[in-house]
């Protein structure tokens, strides 16, 4: 699927955006290098954000989870972005990345990936995707094996179908209307709670969350979308095979469905290095920023040297 990159992109909701531009404020208002670009789709505009210092050096791909945004990642596109080359997105349907039909699948977004990291001149980098982000990172590399140099999974899970269990996949394509009888308030607050251990991580995921505050709808019909579009991926049954280095991080007190359990055998199955990461809940990387940066860098380090 073909899409045009451009600067400023015309049609985005004012209030959702000045909702965003509150949380975080913006890049540019911190002083920050990064530049927002978009990528036309025939579902819906990409916003993603850029920062190429050295077209030589790596560039570390940010990927958000579920419900989450490009602000899942600001400690750690803040402590890189003079380091690397950072691209960070929000996903399609996902806050900026709005208005978006949910007519999609898992091997779209890798493509949509692809040409705007084309677009962008940024070949074989280091993807790193955090829990729905690690499984569209396993579906890109189904997709172009030869185009990445490492993979880094935060708090996700292997895509295989041999993996999951029928139910499991089952409950996957029926999420939504679990999501829709939850009010929003108490959603707020398990949303919140349940993927973060500091006080830091819960309030970012509630303001990521927050974005969908005035349509909370809209909020269960994008989690019950993406449940739907990883299950399909999954009962595809493809080889989902890791065709780089790769590295598994995992919160010690990760709530997130069986993630924890799915790293050990992950880890187990294909011998890919598993740390974990103390005190620390389904978004690792917001809990414990700094020990997550630390093994990003020497995973770029080891990288480098192959």
């Known amino acids: 699927m073909n899409g045009n990159t451009k600067s400023k992109v015309a049609g985005i909701d004012e209030q959702m955006r000045s909702s965003v531009n509150r949380s975080t404020g913006w890049f540019m208002e911190r002083g920050r290098k990064m530049t927002e670009n978009s990528y036309k789709t025939p579902c819906g505009c990409i916003h993603y954000f850029v920062n190429i210092i050295d077209k030589q050096k790596i560039t570390l791909v940010f990927l958000p989870g579920l419900t989450a945004d490009h602000r899942l990642f600001e400690k750690q596109t803040e402590y890189f972005e003079k380091k690397q080359n950072v691209f960070v997105w929000d996903a399609p349907s996902h806050a900026l990345s709005r208005p978006f039909t949910n007519n999609y699948s898992l091997s779209d977004m890798a493509e949509w990936l692809y040409e705007i990291l084309a677009k962008e001149e940024i070949y074989n980098p280091i993807i790193i995707g955090q829990s729905m982000g690690g499984y569209l990172a396993q579906m890109y590399m189904e997709l172009y094996p030869d185009k990445i140099k490492g ?155 192959i």
Request: charged share 25%.
């Open 151 to 305: 993979f880094i999974s935060i708090d996700s899970a292997p895509l295989q179908k041999s993996y999951m269990t029928a139910m499991e996949i089952w409950l996957l394509e029926r999420a939504e209307p679990l999501y829709k009888i939850y009010p929003w308030k108490a959603l707020l607050r398990a949303g919140s709670r349940g993927c973060a251990e500091t006080d830091y991580g819960q309030n970012l995921m509630r303001k990521m969350m927050m974005s969908y505050d005035s349509d909370p709808k809209e909020y269960a019909r994008l989690a019950g979308f993406g449940y739907k579009m990883l299950a399909e991926a999954i009962k595809a049954d493809l080889p989902y095979h890791i065709s780089c280095p790769a590295l598994l991080i995992c919160g010690e007190k990760d709530k997130a469905g069986s993630a924890k359990s799915y790293n050990k055998k992950w880890h187990q199955r294909e011998g890919i290095p598993l740390k974990w990461i103390k005190n620390a809940g389904h978004n690792s990387n917001t809990d414990q920023p700094d020990e997550v940066n630390r093994l990003i860098e020497k995973f770029i380090s080891e990288v480098e040297c």
